[in-house]
């Protein structure tokens, strides 16, 4: 993956274009179960995760996912509810800057790891109010089928 500013103002656009109306527990299983789905029909050995900072919604392991993968949706995650941004644009803009998180905002890379694949649940009016992330493919593999989903999901649902 090349980084740069101009990936990084792509997933902003991402960002302002994937917006809900509402999104309650109903939509958290309806977006988790078009995501394995999809995954599925990808073979894509991965998990996935939907919560909200201090509750799971929806998790799946897919077929090849390992419990590691599920560290990795914590801190990834966890990302997304401190910097209020996807996880690739938080790991992008420190490639950017040459540092990295813990050098940066002082916290622990085993709490918070900026790569692609968890990106904010936001509803119209009200900013983010979920997380979901996959793991298990390379980060902007990552990043991009989550996107996708929540594109065909939304679009979906107009």
Partial sequence: MTVSQELLEEIAAQERELVFDRFAEEDAWALGCFLVDEAGKRKARVAIDIRRPNQI????????????NDEWIRRKSNVVFRFGKASL?????LALANT???????????KFSPH????????????????????????????????A???KFLDSRR
């Avoid at 919604?57 to 590691?68: S, W, Y």
């Fill in 149 to 151: 989903c929540l594109r």
């Fill in 116 to 147: 692609g694949g968890a990106f904010p649940i936001r509803v119209r009016g009200c900013g983010i109010v979920a997380c979901v992330t996959v793991s298990g493919l390379p980060q902007e593999e990552d990043h991009a089928l989550v996107v």
């Fill in 57 to 68: 919604l929806f998790h799946a392991a897919l077929e090849g996912a390992t419990p590691d």
């Fill in 100 to 110: 990295s998180i813990d050098q940066k905002y002082y916290v622990s890379p085993m």
């Fill in 89 to 93: 644009a938080v790991g992008i803009a």
